[in-house]
């Protein structure tokens, strides 16, 4: 129960009625994309890639430009996102592991408290047989309670496809290479891509929706511009290779990259040309979402439904796109790390007006940020706070400061970072002034007139790590079937993500 409610207070939100009235709840639409860097929309100034419909979210709404992910790869993010709690707390401290016994995700509270609730695309939890608190449930792969209706199914149907990214032949220029064998112009139409696919699903569940009275929540969450580099016209080559820089790679990038293995050759470049022609294609992906986007907002205006809407815009993780000579995430860098936050309350909660929020968040203040838009309570034992105040322009104490977890640890404290390559406070130390350094160039760690706050953060962060608050509990909300996951399921799960 929130400290900050009494228990008859908590029970009429959790009946959703308020001292005796009736209660409206928003509507909720949290969009979600995979990979995508904070600075890659228009809204930010980003000199190359084109977001006219993101970019007018942020004018409708607030646009935080310090907001960092939990934990910089897919699933400890999005299960972050979806618990308020952070990865060492939930358990889903990579790919393929399972959230600790008891851990309840945000679909699960909203339809307690009376949503209908529904995903189109991505949400990458494991084991992926459960709905996780979703109604419906449209798989952008063939995760979920209903794989023959997700887009793996419809593309095997339509074009008796195997593989999910069929490419044009000749499409590619790097077959051989572990990166650049991504890149290819997707074989079919335009309208049958995945991207498109998500969000005609989300489309016809608004649809369905519309003169309903019970609130509903829709989580659209499109993998792009996640790899692979593919992309159907004219977004293939909407960007010019030639007209945009790109960042300098390192002296010793061919030795750095050589000197991998396996999967993480994929994670370090050597080539220019490969970086432009990735980079082209990663633009396109973003724009490409940015129209889709711009559907579903056209959508809720049509039916109605923006007025009573809040919709938010969020990345799980970054892309180094070549800083470092590093690609994709799983690292503490800006690149990697900081993420895109959009956010338009519904009418009369609206704040900002295309105001940006300076202060630091955390992909972990999601989830009380919606339940208090939504006027419900936050559990004991979320970790996030909400910072509806900020939206607003008025929260004087707010933390200001974030924390992080993958293979390293990381701290942001207002325009400051620092970077433990461990997850114990043994490994090496990076420190950064990111107002003065934003590139991250110059590691302050030795500086002897930072010894004492490079030592206060690692105490900070140690201090972090030890805190492991007990699963969520709800008056009335039985625990989730996908909570209560078998100990020998969950040991062959993790088996598998180490094999």
Known sequence: MSASLSRREFAAAAAGVAFGAPVQRPNILFIMVDEMRWDAMGCEKHPVVRTPNLDRLAAEGVRFNRCYTASPVCSPA??????????????????????????????SLLKHYGYHTAIAGKLHYTPARFSYGFDQFWSFSAEGPTPEIGYSAFLRKKHGSPAKWPAKP???????????????????????????????RSVEYLRSRKGQAQPWFLFTSYLKPHSPSVEPQPYFSMYDQAKFSIPKLPANAKEARAAQRGQSLRHWVDNEEMMRVMTAKYFGAITHVDDQVGRLLGELRSLGMADNTLVLFTADHGNMLGEKGRWFKGIQYEGSAHVPLLWRGPQGARGGGGRAVSQVVENTDLLPSILETAGLPAPEGVQGKSFVGLTR????????????????????????????????????????????????????????????????????????????????????LATPDYAQIPAAERQQERRRKKD
């Open 78 to 107: 999005r299960a972050s996102a979806f618990t308020g709690r952070y990865a060492h707390v939930h358990g889903v401290i990579s790919n393929g592991v399972p959230a600790n016994p008891g851990e309840i995700f945000l679909p």
């Open 170 to 200: 000749g499409s590619c220029p790097w077959p051989d290479d572990p990166l650049g064998r991504d890149v290819g112009e997707f074989l079919y139409p335009e309208e049958d891509f995945e991207t498109n696919w998500l969000t005609q």
């Open 393 to 476: 322009g008025q929260d004087p104490k707010w933390k200001n400061r974030a924390y992080s977890q993958l293979r390293a640890g990381m701290l942001v404290d207002g325009d400051w970072k620092l970077i433990d390559n461990s997850l114990d406070g043994t490994g090496d130390k990076e420190l950064y002034n990111l107002a003065d350094d934003p590139k991250e160039d110059r590691n302050l760690a030795g500086d002897p007139k930072q010894r004492e706050r490079g030592a206060e953060y690692s105490r900070l962060l140690g201090r972090w790590r030890a805190e492991r608050p007990a699963p969520i509990r709800v008056a009335g």
